[in-house]
């Protein structure tokens, strides 16, 4: 038995102190159980990453957890009973309590489980050694399975064999990539990449929706890159999109992180990894069932990396780009287009172009039309097919004049044109 005191302890860790935490432990130590942050919380703490989500483990069955979240006066919701999971919430924060578990039988994600009070049998149902870590209410730090040293090396590594772990969901495949891109260092693990390969097949039999949370997560991560790079050329993202990738794009696009925090929007890397026509994004948003404001974000962004030159000069293409699709699609496809202008290689000083280009989208006003369809009517045009159409051809003459000419100008030339007709 490890001497507590002796043992490592989390360091810099506020959310453990926390006084919504600490009430979930003392009402479940009442019982007198043992409860222990796992997994996430524990990892990025010790890696000085930001931890959003606290998953606690506990010797206590759930009925036991839910009872005394009652006694307590905590607010319990019974998340998944079957897989021994509550939610308590504590402070305004939710925290799911899971009790401790261990596989009978094994069918993928339908796996035959029993509670128990084996901390280390619970570590081995889990996925990646620096995952299977847990810390009590003092932030000592238990490792059943000798995970720290991984942890600490930035190592994604399988526990146990890894083709079993991966058997047991084929989103582990997912998850190697993804982890190893928010938290890794170094060359993949090669027994995990090698198993991740002969079972790659396995991608087929998951659900769009999970593929397409973990690929978000996934293309979002600092090391997404490489990642996708090496799934790339192990056949597995070819499977994960169902179509051809722009790996060097999606590069160039990471690049540019230090240029703008959108470089790390899920549905621009999307745009930009698999976006060669609408038809592209569309697969995508199907393959991975984004929403429809995520379909629609993509498509912005495309239509807007298609107004910038390759050389972008002057504040036409941004104020077309503000007009046509907005702010947040034309910043959007900016980076789009001057990650693809690096990716073949263009000279340094673009990127002074692309910055200066950049700053027009955030600051400038978006442009508006000046004149509205009352404006045709009461020319004598009517309502119809006839008005869309001198409407439209004004509204091009505008923008082309660089969106100078002003309501009266435009008024004049709307005058001149007659009824039938906007000479442009």
């Not at 891109?181 to 170094?186: D, E, M, V, W």
């Not at 590069?251 to 703008?260: F, N, T």
């Not at 409407?391 to 000419?405: P, Q, R």
């Amino acid at each position: 038995m490890v001497d507590p005191s002796s043992a490592p302890r989390l360091s810099n860790a506020p959310w453990l102190s926390a006084p919504g935490i600490q009430a979930v432990f003392r009402a479940v130590e009442s019982l007198g159980e043992d409860i222990r942050a796992v997994g996430g919380a524990v990892r990025n703490t010790i890696l000085e990453c930001p931890v959003a989500d606290i998953d606690l483990a506990t010797t206590a069955r759930p009925e036991a957890v839910l009872a005394a979240a009652e006694a307590a006066g905590l607010r319990s919701i019974p998340t998944g009973l079957d897989h021994g999971t509550v939610t308590i919430i504590a402070d305004g924060a939710p925290y799911e309590v899971t009790t401790l578990r261990q596989d009978v039988e094994t069918f993928g994600r339908q796996a035959k489980v029993v509670f128990g009070r084996d901390w280390r049998a619970d570590a081995l149902r889990r996925d990646f050694s620096m995952n299977a870590l847990y810390a009590d209410r003092a932030g000592t730090i238990h490792d059943p399975l000798n995970g720290l040293p991984d942890c600490l090396a930035r190592r994604v590594r399988f526990i146990g064999d890894p083709a079993t772990r991966i058997r047991e969901d084929y989103l582990r495949i997912l998850r190697f990539f993804r982890i190893h891109a928010a938290y890794g260092k170094g060359a993949f693990d090669n027994d995990g990449l090698l198993a991740c390969i002969r079972q790659r097949d396995g991608l087929r039999q998951l659900s769009a929706e999970r593929i397409g949370m973990e690929m978000k997560r996934l293309v979002a991560a600092p090391g997404a890159a490489e990642a996708l790079a090496v799934m790339e050329d192990a056949g597995l993202l070819e499977i994960t999109t169902a179509g051809v990738s722009r790996i060097a794009d999606f590069r160039a696009l990471r690049s540019l992180d230090q240029e703008a925090p959108e470089t790390r929007h899920a549905t621009l890397g999307f745009a930009v990894l698999s976006g060669f026509v609408d038809e592209d994004l569309d697969r995508i948003a199907d393959r991975f069932r984004l929403s429809n404001a995520e379909r629609n974000r993509m498509h912005g962004a495309l239509r807007a990396a298609a107004l910038m030159p390759q050389t972008p000069s002057g504040d036409v293409p941004i104020k077309t780009a503000l007009y046509r699709v907005g702010r947040e699609a034309a910043i959007e496809g900016v980076l789009a287009a001057w990650a693809r202008a690096r990716a073949k290689g263009a000279p340094p000083d673009v990127d002074e172009d692309f910055r200066a280009v950049l700053h027009a989208g955030r600051t400038l006003p978006i442009p508006d039309f000046p004149l509205k369809g009352r404006d045709f009517i009461e020319f004598g045009l009517a309502p119809g097919p006839e008005l869309g159409r001198a409407m439209k051809a004004l509204e091009a003459f505008w923008i082309d004049s660089g969106f100078d000419i002003g309501r009266d100008e435009l008024l004049a030339k709307l005058a001149m044109s007659g009824s039938a007709s906007v000479d442009t």
